[in-house]
């Protein structure tokens, strides 16, 4: 099992930029697949962007598409989510999760068959 922390929310003004991070303990870190997701207030949990176990490969939801950009290190056993051009409705909390790369990545970069998470970070946006 891997255990994952995200870091790095806070409060921005809307255009602004953050950089979220994920740290993953336990299991070796490019074992698995690793994706974002969101869940804005009284909503459910979204996928917003998944990297395959060796970051040759990126998705994204359309939301985000061209505004935020996913990447992980391998060798520090970290996940990045780079959110520019923030907006209000990009408001919630982030989770950063992790697939078993014995999983296709045609089903993981689609959100589907995520398994461990982390607890969360906040990003708020002010319009």
């Known amino acids: 099992q891997v255990q994952l922390v995200e870091s790095g929310g806070g409060l921005v003004e809307a255009g602004g930029s953050l950089r979220l991070s994920c740290a993953a303990s336990?299991?070796?870190?490019?074992?698995?697949?690793m994706a974002w997701f969101r869940q804005a207030p009284g909503k459910e949990r979204v996928f917003v962007a998944a990297?395959?176990?060796?970051?040759?490969?990126?998705n994204y939801a359309d939301s985000v598409k061209g505004r935020f950009g996913i990447s992980r290190d391998n060798t520090k056993n970290t996940l990045n989510l780079q959110l520019n051009s923030l907006k209000p409705e990009d408001t919630a909390v982030y989770y950063c999760?992790?697939?078993?790369?014995?999983?296709?990545?045609?089903?993981?970069?689609?959100?589907?068959?995520?398994?461990?998470w982390g607890q969360g970070t906040q990003v708020t946006v002010s319009s």
């Open positions: 336990g299991r070796t870190f490019s074992s698995y697949h």
């Open positions: 990297i395959s176990w060796s970051g040759s490969s990126t």
């Open positions: 999760a992790a697939a078993l790369r014995s999983k296709t990545w045609l089903t993981t970069k689609q959100g589907v068959g995520y398994d461990s």
